[in-house]
């Protein structure tokens, strides 16, 4: 019982994030726009994920003190406040201090909750709840930008912000009820290595295109990200090493370009802002369809043909030029990416010759994707704030998917079904 609970409260969660994806994304060009920051976005789109990379070598501290429950109440106070503000901002560095306190609460729970799936759910009922997680982005794709812009109209933007808060608390509920028996890590994140890491993101945000400094932060993440990922993940080590690498490379290349492809289709070739919104959803509704087949017809070529179409769909939608060539190319995107996540993530969250624990498994997988998030997020940020910086970006994060189909070669993968 305790297995289909915290089954359920992370299909939950997901639908969360779909809505709160697709409400982010759709609304950013309007919030550039109303809070003069069109310079800035970086500071606005990496605000959540610096506090949800800062709050995660604090969890199993704070869960050790505090117990799910005080965990609990503390995160969502901190969701709530961030969120608040981040709605009533009038600047830009108070939009990204709400979504940056957003961002540390969703981290407070985040290895607690995995680790849980870890131990609780089986690979064939982790590759399902997979699934089943792919599929709830379906109905946000489908109505989640539209419901967004309509929503922005008669209410305005900051009132919609507030919009996916219903459903991120139903979700932490259920996840923290299904693994309250649970005992917190008892060793906690290395706290100095594991905050060089949004340091260094930091550092490349706040860079205002400056290319030494954003290089320069680039490399302290980096340096960061090979500390605290288990050995052999920068050397793409054949087996749950080389799938942790893909997985970095992967988020920086998918999350990084998802993150700015409303500005760039509204700002670089002058779309409509209800057109970027059909473009927004072709992806997440691809990889939603597309998943359910990946988990039920499990092949070990599924991630390097999934990345590899990933990569060809992000470069085609930054030099595209047109409504009919975006919307197709994203949509391969994230084809790609539905066949590519499943069997992804299930290998770098099973443990191989190496022997990693539940808990390792479940820091590596959070670590690995909010690094590629924090990197393409901060550097795409930072290259935008340029003339031509959208097409660099987009340059840059078709070559990580092209390197994270690379790396995903070099798995050694098993058939889970």
């Known amino acids: 019982m305790t297995g289909i609970r915290l089954a359920v409260g992370i299909v939950a969660l997901e639908f969360a994030a779909a809505v709160t994806g697709f409400v982010a994304s759709t609304l950013l060009p309007v919030v550039a726009g109303d809070l003069d920051a069109r310079g800035d976005l970086g500071l606005l789109i990496a605000g959540s994920t610096l506090g949800l990379f800062v709050a995660l070598p604090l969890a199993s501290r704070v869960l050790g003190r505090l117990g799910p429950r005080g965990t609990l109440a503390v995160g969502m106070i901190a969701y ?196 970027a919104a059909i473009v927004l959803s072709a992806a997440p509704l691809g990889w939603a369809v597309t998943s359910l087949v990946a988990a039920k017809f499990s092949s070990a070529r599924f991630p390097v043909v999934g990345l590899s179409l990933t ?51 479940a820091t590596a997988v959070i670590t690995a994707e909010c690094v590629g998030q924090l990197l393409g997020r901060a550097v795409g940020g930072a290259l935008s704030s340029s003339s031509t910086g959208l097409s660099a970006s987009y340059g840059l994060f078709a070559a990580a998917l092209a390197a994270a189909a690379f790396a995903a070669s070099r798995q050694s993968m098993r058939t889970f079904l």
């Open 311 to 361: 990569a060809l769909g992000t470069a085609a939608v930054a030099f595209g030029g047109s409504f009919a060539i975006a919307l197709v190319a994203w949509a391969v995107a994230g084809i790609g990416v539905g066949l590519a996540y499943p069997g992804l993530y299930i290998r770098a969250t099973t443990a191989d010759a190496s022997g990693f624990t539940a808990a390792e498994l």
């Open 80 to 275: 709530l406040g961030g969120l608040t503000l981040a709605a009533s901002a009038r600047t830009a560095w108070m939009f990204a201090l709400g979504q940056f306190s957003a961002g540390l609460a969703s981290g407070l729970l985040a290895i607690f909750g995995v680790s849980s799936a870890i131990r609780h759910l089986d690979d064939r009922l982790r590759i399902r709840v997979i699934a089943a997680s792919s599929a709830m982005w379906i109905v946000p794709a489908l109505v989640g930008p539209a419901a967004t812009l309509g929503l922005e109209h008669l209410v305005g933007w900051r009132w919609t912000l507030l919009l996916p808060v219903p459903f991120v608390l139903f979700g932490r509920l259920l996840v923290v009820r299904a693994a309250r028996g649970d005992a917190p890590d008892a060793a906690s994140r290395p706290l100095l290595q594991t905050l060089s890491v949004p340091l260094g993101a930091a550092i490349a945000v706040f860079s205002a295109g400056f290319w030494p400094l954003a290089l320069a932060g680039a490399a302290i993440t980096a340096a960061g990200m090979i500390a605290i990922l288990p050995p052999g993940t920068a050397r793409l080590r054949p087996g749950t090493p080389a799938a942790l690498g893909a997985m970095v490379l992967f988020a920086i290349g998918y999350f990084g370009a998802d993150s700015l492809i409303t500005v760039l289709l509204t700002s670089g070739f002058q779309l409509s802002l209800g057109q």
